[in-house]
Structure formats: C-alpha cells, structure tokens
C-alpha cells in the first residue's frame, strides 16, 4: 500500500509542478494530463485514513485518552499527558492536515472527475471518506473551515462550528449512498479490486454502504447530552448500527503487505523505530502501556485491578500488552509480571514496555504483537465498536434487552477482531479460544444480565475494544461524560496541578502552519488566539 501511495504521490507531483504558460496550456494531451483520474487518487487517500490519524493518535491523542503515556518526566514529554499543548507546534494538528492537504484538493479532484465521468463507485467511496474525514476533524477541533474549504483566490477562510458541520457530514453520507446505488455505465469492479484500487473494499459497495452507516451511527451517538438524544437519536443509532458491518471480517482496514520496509503498518516496530519517526519504540517520552488500560484487563471494570499481575481471566491481557522489563528500557521486554505507568507521573525506570516494540539486533521485520506489527491491518472502524454504541443508545433510552445484547456482542466480537487482525506476527500468539470467552464472559467483570448493565460496563468494554487504535473516538466518549470517574474507573484522575491549564482539554488547535500563520483573525473569532482554548468544550458534548 505504501509504495503504491508513494510512486502515485511522486506521479502527482509531476503532473501538478510549475511550468511554462505553454505547458499548463496543454489540457488535451494525453501524456501531460492535467486532471488525474479518481482511479489514481483512491489509494493514496487510503493510506492517509491511517498515516494522519496514526501520528496524532501516538504522539497526542493517546496520552488525553490514556492509551498510552511516556516514562519520562521530562515537562516536554508531559505536555499532552496535562492537557495542554506545544505552542507554535503543528502537534495535534496531523487530522488538519489529513483533511485540507493530504487528502484535500486530491480528494476534491476524486469525486469532481468521478461525478464528471460516471464513475459512480469511485463516487461514493469519495463522499464516504469525506464525511469519515470532516467527522474526524470537526470532532478532534471543534470549528473547521467548511464552506470555504479549497476556495480560490482568497487569503483567509471562514471557519463553522459543529451544528454546521454535522449536518453536513450527513449530506455527505447521502450523496455516498446515491451514488453507489447507482452502478457506473462502464464496469469499474476490476480495477476497484485490483492491487491499485481500493484497497480497503476492493469496491464492494454493500461493505461501503456499511461504511456509511457507521459514520452515521457514531455521529448520532456523540450527542447523548443533547435533549433529543432519548427520544430522536437513539433510534437513530441503532438504526445505523444494524444496517452497518455484520461481523468483524468486514471492518474497513488498511492493508500492509510487508514486504519492505516501504509497505508496512506505521504503527509496527520497522517504521517506529525508523528516525524519520522519531524512533518512536525507543523514546522515553511514548507509546509506552498505562495503568488505564492494565486496571481494565486485570479486574479494573467492575472491581480492583490485581496489583502486579502475572496473568488474567481477561485473554485480551496477554495479547494486548507485553509482561516484564529490559535490563535497558529499550530492548525486547522479558519477564512475566505485567506493569504500566501512571499518567504525568513518569517512571522510576524506563522498563514499562513500549507497546510498538523493537526490532532484534540483525532483524529487518519484528514478530510484533497485537496490530502493532509490520503486517497488521489497521482498523478505522469495527464491529465490535459499533456494538458499544448501540448497546450506549439503547440504555439511555431505557431499552435495557437491547442495550445488554449488543454489550454481550461486543465483547465477544473485541475478541473475535484480535482473532481476525492481531495474529500479523511471523510467530503468531495464540488465538483466544471460545473456552476463555466464556470463561470472561461468566466473570465478576462482565454484567450477567440486563438488570445489572451500567453505561461504565459499556463504555469500559468499548475503551477496551478501542485500544490502541480508536483514540479520537475513545476521547469522544471521555468528553461526552466529561471524564466521569464513574464511568471511567481506571481513568487516572488529574488534579489541577497535574493539569497544564488547570482543567481537562476538551478540542485540539487547528494545525499552526495554517491556521495560526496565516489564518489567525478568524480562528479568533473562537478563541484560538486563548492559551486555554483547548479546554473550552465542543459543542457535541454540551447539553
């Protein structure tokens, strides 16, 4: 996937570099072309779905939602872990740049050459990634240029709040489902399917349409605070829910071939430990496991984790995190007693294993573990997710069978996703059994009926299922209950003290090489120019 994104990019660069009037005259030749076709542009745009979501989600993203945190307490390696933000920094800003200039005017082109041409599947796969893209966005800043969105000939873009946003994210939705309930004239299916189209579907639609759905039921289920929510948007939820993914197998994920080190997930040892990424499986300041999600696959969902844990009647625990420490911090962990460390607090020593591992001296491709390896598919969104959120809407309307019937699928499909997509590694770790399903399934850390169901039950499960991947939509949850420790048992807590402006971050900045050079006086309209303007709550979470 990766080389494919790369030759088409350099392709792009090419076609788009500045020349003579003469050359960019030049709009009938075939072999200078001055618009490049939806087919060329699909697999690029699917890479970034990963890339741009990856590199916030490691190095801010996940530290607000406590995936993970760094071991050093060094004040630039706590920064994101308090809430706050790196001033005159583009951190926090990837999402931005996803949405307006690595997809972007490429996007833009995809659907204008696909509509233009009948290319109608190719339409409605680029509908679909724009609404997953502007939900992202909008949900990770708050207001986001809109309207004005890839206008020519203007020095400054006027941003829009959410309750802009959202509707039209669903018109988005509905434009993706016009048009792949429309076959094309002439028959895509063979390039859609091939090694350079698209590359999360190979252009099934049914599964694209589920896509649609899903992007529908997760919007809808961020507004629980809304007045409506009980009585209109509930329904909604479920309804989207149930037309959306059937089973695990058909998430939309990413695909890597590894067969380089070009071609491999960004969230796997080879390319964490590149220096182009920072070295990221050897930093002391990332990805390192926390006691956030250690409580919660040690007895932390409904009771007391077990303090230094060697095993769990949660299978998740041996699949999801590495046991033990290295004698360096940085080699390849041995030992069998789990541990984690404490948000903003650092560690005593650099031996909390880092999630993203490290490559063994003399090796090119690491064993890995879970979906951080060269190999893993990288999910944007599941089934097992979708289950959380119906099973979330249906409680708070009061429907509790309902409620405790997509929790109990839930559950079982988070164990079925590692089974279908974190067993990449060229040694597999086992897959979990059904024995040790059941045997969870009938622990004091799952409700065994309807009556017993709490929204911490359900939305403990979905942190667990979202682990390591969904953390824009795990801050979603944490901001709609506003941190609750009631909900988030494991959630370490912050005092003021711990926290950078004293509260917790409710929005990151738009990215600053844009907004804050060049577009400052209309990001202030909002308070961007504020220090403290990522505490200020989106408006999705509001009553």
């Known amino acids: 996937m990766r080389k494919v994104y790369i030759t088409l990019m350099?392709?792009?660069?090419?076609?788009?570099?500045?020349?003579?009037?003469?050359?960019?005259?030049?709009?009938?030749?075939?072999?200078?072309?001055?618009?490049?076709?939806?087919?060329?542009?699909?697999?690029?745009?699917?890479?970034?779905?990963?890339?741009?979501?990856?590199?916030?989600?490691?190095?801010?993203?996940?530290?607000?939602?406590?995936?993970?945190?760094?071991?050093?307490?060094?004040?630039?390696?706590?920064?994101?872990?308090?809430?706050?933000?790196?001033?005159?920094?583009?951190?926090?800003?990837?999402?931005?740049?996803?949405?307006?200039?690595?997809?972007?005017?490429?996007?833009?082109?995809?659907?204008?050459?696909?509509?233009?041409?009948?290319?109608?599947?190719?339409?409605?796969?680029?509908?679909?990634?724009?609404?997953?893209?502007?939900?992202?966005?909008?949900?990770?800043?708050?207001?986001?240029?809109?309207?004005?969105?890839?206008?020519?000939?203007?020095?400054s873009f006027k941003f829009q709040d959410q309750p802009e946003v959202y509707p039209k994210v669903r018109e988005w939705c509905a434009l993706a489902l016009k048009y792949m309930n429309t076959p094309s004239p002439i028959s895509y299916a063979a390039t859609l399917a091939g090694p350079s189209g698209d590359g999360i579907y190979q252009g099934n639609m049914t599964k694209w349409k589920k896509f649609v759905y899903a992007v529908l039921a997760t919007q809808y289920g961020h507004l629980v605070n809304k007045a409506e929510f009980k009585t209109k948007y509930a329904d909604s939820v479920i309804k989207y829910v149930d037309l959306s993914f059937a089973n695990e197998t058909e998430d939309p994920t990413v695909f890597f071939q590894a067969s380089g080190t070009t071609d491999v997930n960004l969230a796997g040892p080879t390319n964490a430990g590149s220096s182009t990424s920072g070295v990221l499986n050897t930093s002391t300041y990332y990805c390192r496991q926390t006691t956030a999600i250690l409580g919660l696959l040690t007895g932390g969902v409904r009771g007391t984790p077990t303090p230094s844990p060697t095993t769990s009647l949660d299978p998740r625990l041996s699949r999801y995190l590495t046991?033990?420490?290295?004698?360096?911090?940085?080699?390849?962990?041995?030992?069998?007693?789990?541990?984690?460390?404490?948000?903003?607090?650092?560690?005593?020593?650099?031996?909390?294993?880092?999630?993203?591992?490290?490559?063994?001296?003399?090796?090119?491709?690491?064993?890995?573990?879970?979906?951080?390896?060269?190999?893993?598919?990288?999910?944007?969104?599941?089934?097992a997710q979708m289950q959380f959120i119906k099973s979330e809407a249906a409680f708070i309307k009061g429907d509790a069978a309902t409620a405790y019937t997509a929790y109990i699928n839930g559950i079982k499909a988070s164990m079925d996703f590692y089974n279908q997509y974190g067993r990449t590694q060229s040694i597999p770790d086992p897959a979990i059994a059904t024995?040790?399903?059941?045997?969870?399934?009938?622990?004091?850390e799952v409700a065994q009926n309807a009556a017993s169901l709490t929204i911490a039950d359900i939305m403990q499960q979905k942190y667990i299922a979202q682990w390591g991947w969904g953390s824009i939509e795990t801050w979603c949850d944490l901001r709609k209950y506003h941190y609750s420790p009631a909900v988030f048992r494991t959630y370490y807590q912050l005092a003021s003290s711990d926290l950078q402006f004293g509260r917790y971050a409710y929005?990151?900045?738009?990215?600053?090489?844009?907004?804050?050079?060049?577009?400052?006086?209309?990001?202030?309209?909002?308070?961007?120019?504020?220090?403290?303007?990522?505490?200020?709550?989106?408006?999705?979470?509001?009553?």
């Open 10 to 155: 350099a392709i792009m660069v090419f076609i788009i570099a500045p020349g003579c009037k003469k050359y960019l005259d030049i709009n009938s030749n075939p072999v200078t072309p001055q618009i490049v076709k939806a087919e060329l542009l699909l697999p690029p745009i699917e890479f970034q779905m990963h890339d741009d979501i990856w590199q916030d989600q490691r190095t801010t993203i996940s530290k607000m939602t406590q995936n993970f945190a760094g071991v050093s307490t060094a004040a630039a390696a706590l920064t994101w872990e308090q809430h706050g933000y790196v001033s005159n920094s583009d951190a926090g800003g990837v999402a931005w740049r996803m949405c307006y200039f690595d997809m972007g005017l490429n996007l833009e082109n995809l659907i204008n050459d696909a509509v233009a041409n009948q290319k109608n599947e190719y339409a409605g796969i680029g509908y679909a990634i724009k609404a997953w893209t502007y939900q992202i966005t909008t949900d990770q800043y708050g207001p986001i240029i809109l309207d004005d969105a890839f206008k020519n000939n203007q020095l």
């Open 323 to 383: 046991p033990g420490t290295s004698t360096s911090g940085t080699g390849n962990p041995t030992g069998t007693t789990y541990i984690a460390v404490t948000p903003t607090k650092g560690s005593t020593t650099t031996n909390v294993p880092n999630v993203l591992g490290t490559l063994p001296t003399g090796s090119t491709l690491f064993n890995g573990r879970y979906i951080f390896t060269d190999r893993a598919r990288w999910p944007i969104m599941t089934y």
């Open 435 to 444: 024995t040790e399903v059941n045997a969870y399934l009938a622990s004091s």
């Open 507 to 543: 929005r990151c900045r738009p990215r600053y090489n844009s907004e804050f050079v060049w577009n400052l006086a209309e990001l202030t309209k909002f308070g961007g120019n504020l220090v403290t303007y990522g505490t200020q709550e989106l408006w999705f979470s509001q009553p």
